[in-house]
């Protein structure tokens, strides 16, 4: 039996449920990307200020918004938009059903249903995870990618758009014809400044396509930043199955997590917005900070112990943490490489969110695929890598960048895309082709590090401060692929540890 309506009311294991009448709901918020992390983070916090039922709660609804596959929509649909959030944490596994997404549509068959809804006057908010690819933007210069298929075709055809950045435009367009007031839109990925990311690329399609609007929009559509944080692996069968056990109920659309939650959010909505602060979201003027230090201490060592894990031959980032050089490694890169390149906002213990990194890392419950977070690395890696390192060369005095350098080797090994034992896998990245040939293991180390660095669409224009570590990344590629990680790292750990 799958979770529904009505199954849900035959439940005989007392679960946290919406206790607002949803079929009152109406859409306030269009959610582009409805993915594990969107049912997990900002849906989650939505389903806990409904539960509230503040004067206003019917107003925000959520609609999802596929645009790529509809497994999400068939999942979904057959539980009338229910589903279940798993907690693991270190006081044991918690469930809560969600109820605050009322419909998912999918973007190639819905598309004048979703258009036609983001530009009704009741939708105030679009919010957006469409993970880094997703802007169809070169991540070495913030500009919106014109040579991408997907944006060559939205360009051609602006009313039947199929990207992210095209579905704003072309339903801002609607509400600037019929004199509407604009949403707000509101990014929620891993990159440093996303709304202003969204908007630059928002404002540079418009531009194309009617001069008028993109003006428009610069002076009516509001971009805030925000700050996410929770960690949420993709969704095992295994999990699936085990819930079933328990419930007696199947529901294809859980997600598993972990206890820790975190938003922070940029007070600048053009429209109106729930009031989320009274659910735990932080409501500030400058995310910048925040972001920082999610993106270089979280996200960082996440990749660091994603590349150098997966190498090892760990399955996931908690089995990776119990291995000692791994975990001291992590611990090195926060306090040192990355920790010293971040200034915690006021009030906030630093060495107390690293202490709790290194747990979240370590939660047995999640099993966080390293191959998970390996993917997508030509776009994760400009704003997890980079800054620190670009910000540590800068600086006076000791400039620690040896396990900077030792992570980009570790992404440069991985991307040959042959493991150690000659087994090949994919890298899942925009630029696998190029990658997996630039990478190639009969290359010459330095050669592969040339090769790659040169490249503008990660590297930027301004990349003449790595030839200062080149030597150093050449140093651990070469030991990595001679030595393999565990070798490399258990001989090498005192060095850089110096
Ligand atoms: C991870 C993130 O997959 C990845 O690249 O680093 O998804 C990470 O789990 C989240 O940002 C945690 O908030």
Request: net charge negative; aromatic share 8%.
């Amino acid at each position: 039996m799958r979770l529904n309506n009505a199954t849900l009311k035959t439940l005989e294991t007392p679960i946290d449920q919406p206790s607002y009448d949803r079929s009152q709901l109406q859409t306030g918020i269009v959610h582009l990307g409805v993915g594990a992390f969107h049912r997990a983070h900002q849906a989650a916090y939505t389903d806990a200020l409904l539960n509230l039922q503040l004067p206003d709660w019917q107003s925000w609804g959520i609609t999802g918004v596929s645009l790529r596959s509809p497994a999400v929509r068939d999942q979904m649909h057959a539980q009338d938009g229910l589903y279940i959030v798993v907690e693991r944490g270190a006081g044991g596994e918690k469930l809560r059903i969600m109820g605050p997404i009322t419909e998912v549509l999918i973007a190639a068959q819905d598309r004048e249903h979703i258009l036609s809804l983001m530009a009704a006057t009741a939708t105030k908010i679009i919010t957006i995870t469409v993970t880094e690819k997703g802007y169809c933007h070169d991540p070495g210069s913030g500009n919106l990618n014109f040579s991408h298929p997907q944006i060559v075709a939205d360009l051609q055809n602006p009313t039947a758009p199929q990207t992210c950045v095209g579905f704003i435009v072309a339903a801002l367009a609607r509400r600037k014809s019929q004199g509407l007031a604009s949403f707000t839109v509101l990014s929620c990925d891993n990159l440093p400044d996303s709304g202003g990311l969204i908007r630059n690329i928002a404002i540079q399609f418009a531009e194309r396509i009617d001069p008028s609007l993109a003006q428009w929009i610069a002076e009516n559509t509001a971009f805030p930043n925000a700050m996410i944080d929770r960690i949420v692996p993709a969704t095992t069968d295994e999990a699936r199955a085990a819930l079933q056990q328990q419930l007696t109920l199947r529901d294809e659309a859980m997600v598993v997590t972990e206890s820790f939650n975190q938003w922070v959010i940029q007070d600048t909505f053009c429209n109106g917005r729930p009031a989320w602060e009274k659910v735990g979201v932080l409501m500030v003027d400058d995310v910048a900070p925040y972001k920082a230090l999610k993106l270089r201490l979280l996200n960082g060592s996440h990749s660091l112990i994603a590349y150098t894990g997966f190498l090892a031959g760990y399955e996931t980032v908690s089995e990776a943490m119990s291995d000692k050089n791994l975990r001291q490694l992590c611990g090195l890169f926060m306090d040192r490489d990355a920790g010293e390149t971040v200034l915690a906002p006021e009030g906030f213990n630093l060495e107390e969110y690293k202490k709790q990194l290194i747990e979240r890392f370590s939660n047995p419950g999640l099993k966080h695929r390293t191959a998970q977070i390996a993917m997508d690395g030509s776009q994760k890696i400009p704003q997890r890598i980079l800054p620190p390192l670009r910000q540590q060369l800068s600086a006076t005095g000791n400039n620690h960048v040896q396990i900077l350098c030792l992570a980009l080797a570790a992404w440069l090994r991985f991307c040959a895309g042959v493991d150690q034992h000659g087994g090949t896998y994919s890298l899942n990245d925009p630029l696998e082709d190029k990658l997996k040939r630039l990478c190639d293991l009969q290359k010459d180390s330095s050669e592969v590090v040339d090769d790659v660095f040169a490249l503008p669409e990660i590297f930027g224009d301004d990349r003449d401060y790595l030839q200062a570590v080149k030597s150093n990344v050449v140093f651990w590629l070469d030991n990595f692929k001679r030595r393999g990680v565990l070798l490399t790292l258990a001989e090498g750990l005192p060095y850089v540890a110096e």
